[in-house]
């Protein structure tokens, strides 16, 4: 297939992009020119992420039988946010636009899988950060799972080298939760995600999630760590009685209008409007990879505008694949629902 090539303009200007999307009118000549710019910089980032996911998969093979890969690229809306929320940051030295997720049962097949790229000093790409939100959950809003930054490196191929790539490791458990952190965040119309948004939803996901170190032998979340099993899910229970949450998420449906069928596709292109909870998903082969990038784009230029259009790109195999790699962008909070319940109701 064929991958896009780094830009030739410089860092400085990139940067420049980066800045003026956050700063300028939508519709004058120079934001699109900065947004064709942004856009190009995100797509050359497919080649290093694609080799990623494919060390990823055999690695998670030593470890579990029935772990759960996916790969996406940054969407340029969030992309935009993450550089107005943190002035300093420049869109070359972001970590995150090529993003993976490798999903485990357990933690110590997490801890193993960190190990097996850690201690590899074959391994030619150079780590640049590494964050274990597992042995220290985030404390304002409850996020765990272990976090690996790269920055690619192959001298067969050095055009992609210095390119940034992270890798977001955990199990099951973490996953729903984060992935329902996002859901509720979408129906409420809150950056939940980014630690944005009421302080009793936020409140209550971290207590969730300091409830589920317990099931899962890990630290609690610190601010609620002088409490013990029992004290934590009465805490839970009570705020999910004040919030009614779990009435909230069985209010939420989701119907998909468009699903590829007949073959495993590589690329999908999901298109949620959140406003109407519909969502149309569009499939490409590997070699449609650049058809695929230019309808993302045209999405989220309609979303810029004022539509009510979410558009993500994503890989995960076939469609049953993404949808436990994704449950978010099909805006199914089920699993994470009944998981809550068993916990008020056993304490399991």
Known sequence: MAYISVPTESKKTINKAGKLLTIDDSYSQEYQDALDLANKWRACHAYPINTFQATLRKKMKDVSNDGLVAQRLKRMP???????????????????????RGILKKVPEVRKLVKSYIDNKSFPHELVEEYDYIT??????????????????????PLYDGLRVEMQLRTRLQHIWATAVETMGTFLGQALKSKQGDKEWLDFFAVVSSAFSFLEGTPQVPRFSHLNKEETIALVTEMERE??????????????????????????????????????????DRDNFEKALADY???????????????VLVSAGP??????????????????ERVLMRLIKTGK
């Open 136 to 157: 220290s959950p985030r404390d304002v809003d409850g996020y765990r799972s272990y976090h690996l930054v790269y920055k690619y490196h192959n001298p067969s191929n």
């Open 78 to 100: 969030t992309i935009v946010d993450k550089l107005t929320r943190f002035p300093n940051m420049q869109l070359t030295t972001m970590q995150d636009i090529a993003g993976i």
């Open 319 to 336: 469609m049953e694949n993404l949808r436990k790699a994704y449950p978010n962008l099909f805006l199914d909070i089920s699993e994470f």
């Open 297 to 311: 784009a045209k999405f989220e230029s309609e979303a810029a505008k004022g539509s009510k259009l979410e558009p």
């Open 243 to 284: 919030l009614g949450a779990i009435e909230k998420m069985k209010n939420f449906s989701i119907v998909v209008n468009s699903i590829g069928r007949g073959k495993s596709y590589f690329y999908h292109l999901l298109v949620l409007n959140s406003l109407e909870h519909n969502i149309e998903v569009y499939t490409y």
